[in-house]
């Protein structure tokens, strides 16, 4: 998902139901819930790596040990 839609989906949403608080499921299953405390973050994970349900991901320092590698800024939220 891009941003741009997951941005679209939150106004959406907000227009709908108004302002509250905001939490996120620990897990696909919905098993635990944590309450939402950071921002988005600007991430890093190998081009290579684009599809994989679990990709590792690497901040900006990380990224200039790799010389060779393709890397797609994301943007992480918890």
Do not use: W
Request: with cysteine; charged share 35%.
């Amino acid at each position: 998902m891009k941003l741009s839609a997951y941005l679209r989906s939150l106004r959406e949403f907000f227009e709908e139901h108004g302002d509250m608080e905001i939490y996120y499921a620990a897990d696909d299953e919905g098993n635990d819930y944590q309450k939402v405390v950071y921002y988005g973050t600007k991430m890093y994970l190998l081009d290579q790596d684009k599809e994989a349900y679990r990709p590792d991901l690497y901040s900006g320092e990380d990224i200039e040990e790799y010389e060779d590698d393709e890397f797609i800024p994301v943007c992480v939220i918890n």
